[in-house]
């Protein structure tokens, strides 16, 4: 109510609300007036004429500042940007407005333009400061060992050539190399690898592995500001450089939209004139001409167009950060509108990363359960991610472990343990071959991961273990179908028959196996090859990367997801959830038709009003 209503109180306490933080500036302001020539002051067309019209001493105190500053600042980005833009229009409407003594009105196109902008700003930086949280896990503190002493320290402090300790379930904070005989680390998050992977003594450990088994020391060679997670947020893309093609569009169109709306508010004045030369009878006042020239000026500032449009895809990323997902700019938004094709990566994005018992084979003689206990009760010893999964599969089935046993872990093969006397061997292929016991030959060629079984040379058989699909995927391959995108395909560096038995179980009918990061890059240049593919590639690990900075749009997972990953992408899913990506694509098809909509409605009503206010049936109000 106080926004249009022109008398002193209401006129002060909106420009009051304008001025307010910049208290700094008005005495110097009013300094400057005090020492102005009274020839300027004079001026029927200067700002002081308008000054000296306002009611108060208190709301020329406050305008001061806002007339001043304000088109200082306009000018500032006329200069910077164009000629021939929003801010040059908007100058001129503002002048317009304090000449004809229509003061909020000038005040109110500012204040609504800078709402807008600082909407804008507050959504980008929103959106960054989510992804930088998402990013920045890297470890606070590092153990360094100095001479069986240890010492907790920030690890920008851990200079190369130190020794830091590592203890079971902690990040590794710094690159180095493995002081150990061997460990086992999680790596799924780095190198997408299903199967944890072993290292042995002097191989290098990068940080952001996982260690899985055991304690274990690490001989820091690079700094931390060259360490892999530490790279990670210098990479991080600013999402305010990410403009959106609607709101490139405006930026180009108000270089031609500002010369011809000025034009032809110059054209308002001018052409009645002309017209009471041709025709005397028509009389020609110069103040009401001018004054629908400068109500058609501000009636077509751009100010609808340049603060909806942020402000629709401030809602988007908005809404879209709500659910867990971090787009990077408003350009994403846009894109992902035009995918048609979707490729994923199978392990931690469309599997969750851990194993299963999914079969048990046992030998002639050998019971299933008699099998189960014997190699889960020797792998209740081991800290290997496998090992657990087994572990956890026969409690799962009520079965009691045996303790009783003397253990035997060969880094790389397996366990040999001592029950009753006799020797019992669990492990990979390789240990049974090291000792000689045979067992079926279709064994070494199957993909599963397998644990074997003998027991004084005799095979007994085997267990095989996979990574199971996560809860969603079933339902995002559905989604994604549903929103007319059929060209799903999974790309992996596992084995060709364990990606296709996941394609046939999840709904997807093109999977490709035994790719490295290399492949995998081939692969997408070829989709990308048909002009006509728009192509998402949805991925988690460094191996990922590639391909997400080539495909149209990428797309992280960023809970297990590695730093590299989430860097690289364009679109970060917080929720681990690849449902979540035609969730994504919904909101920027929803957010591209609202800022459409928009656009369509303002210059609908602008036309509307614009022709309205050049035959004098608009005024500035």
């Not at 959106?127 to 153990?143: G, N, Q, Y």
């Not at 020794?163 to 086992?184: H, Q």
């Not at 060679?221 to 990410?242: F, G, H």
Request: with cysteine; proline share 4%; hydrophobic share 45%.
């Amino acid at each position: 109510h106080g926004f249009i209503r022109t008398d002193g109180n209401y006129l002060n306490l909106f420009i009051h609300c304008i001025a307010m933080y910049r208290q700094s500036i008005h005495l110097s302001c009013l300094h400057s007036y005090r020492q102005t020539p009274a020839s300027y002051q004079k001026s029927p067309i200067s700002f002081f004429h308008v000054y000296k019209k306002l009611p108060d001493v208190k709301v020329q105190y406050n305008l001061q500042f806002s007339c001043i500053f304000f088109p200082l600042s306009l000018l500032k980005k006329i200069k910077l940007e164009s000629v021939f833009n929003e801010f040059t229009l908007m100058g001129i409407a503002v002048s317009g407005a304090f000449y004809l003594g229509e003061y909020w009105e000038g005040i109110a196109v500012i204040l609504f333009y800078l709402i807008g902008e600082w909407f804008q700003h507050k959504a980008v930086h929103k959106a960054r400061s989510d992804i930088k949280a998402l990013l920045d896990v890297r470890p606070e503190t590092a153990t360094v060992v100095y001479n069986n002493t240890y010492k907790i320290t920030a690890p920008e402090k851990v200079q190369p050539g130190e020794t830091i300790e590592v203890k079971v379930g902690e990040k590794v904070p710094l690159d180095g190399f493995l002081l150990e005989d061997s460990a086992s680390f999680n790596t799924a998050a780095l190198t997408g690898e299903s199967v944890p992977r072993t290292l042995y003594k002097q191989e290098e450990v990068l940080a952001g592995m996982i260690a899985s088994d055991k304690v274990v020391r690490i001989k820091v060679n690079k700094p931390y500001d060259q360490s892999t997670l530490a790279r990670i947020l210098t990479l991080v893309q600013d999402a305010a450089e990410r403009k959106a093609p609607a709101e490139l569009f405006i930026r180009r169109f108000a270089r031609i939209y500002t010369p011809i709306v000025t034009g032809l508010a110059i054209l308002v004045v001018i052409l009645p004139y002309l017209y009471s030369l041709i025709k005397p009878e028509f009389i020609f006042v110069f103040d009401d001409w001018f004054y629908r020239a400068l109500v058609f000026l501000v009636i077509s500032c751009p100010c609808a167009l340049v603060v909806s449009i942020p402000l629709g895809y401030f809602g988007g990323i908005g809404a879209a950060s709500h659910k867990g997902i971090l787009f990077k700019g408003g350009n994403y938004l846009d894109a992902i509108t035009q995918i048609n094709t979707v490729v994923f990566d199978k392990t931690g994005t469309l599997t969750q990363g851990v194993f299963s018992v999914q079969a048990i084979s046992a030998a002639e003689g050998v019971s299933q359960k008699e099998l189960l206990q014997l190699i889960a009760s020797i792998e209740s010893f081991s800290n290997h991610p496998i090992a657990k999964a087994i572990v956890k599969y026969a409690e799962e089935q009520s079965i009691s472990l045996n303790s009783s046993l003397k253990i035997t872990e060969f880094a790389g093969y397996g366990i040999k343990a001592v029950t009753n006397g006799k020797e019992v061997y669990v492990g990979n292929t390789r240990l049974l071959s090291k000792y000689g016991i045979s067992f079926p030959y279709e064994i070494s060629d199957m993909t599963e991961t397998i644990v074997l079984c003998a027991m004084e040379n005799k095979y007994l058989g085997y267990l095989s273990l996979a990574d199971t699909p996560k809860p969603d995927a079933v339902q995002a391959i559905r989604e994604l179908k549903d929103l007319n995108i059929n060209n799903i395909q999974i790309l992996s560096g596992d084995k060709q028959t364990i990606v296709s038995n996941l394609a046939e179980k999840i709904g997807v009918t093109q999977a490709f196996g035994d790719l490295l990061p290399e492949g995998k890059v081939a692969h997408l240049e070829q989709l990308k090859a048909n002009s006509e593919n728009r192509v998402a590639f949805v991925g988690d690990g460094i191996n990922d990367t590639p391909v997400l900075a080539l495909s149209d749009v990428g797309i992280a997972m960023g809970g297990l997801g590695c730093d590299a990953a989430i860097e690289t992408a364009d679109v970060v899913i917080q929720t681990d959830q690849p449902s979540k990506v035609a969730e994504a694509i919904k909101i920027g098809k929803q957010t591209h038709r609202i800022v459409w909509q928009n656009i369509s409605m303002a210059f609908g009503v602008k036309l509307l009003v614009l022709l309205l206010g050049a035959g004098g049936m608009a005024t500035m109000w």
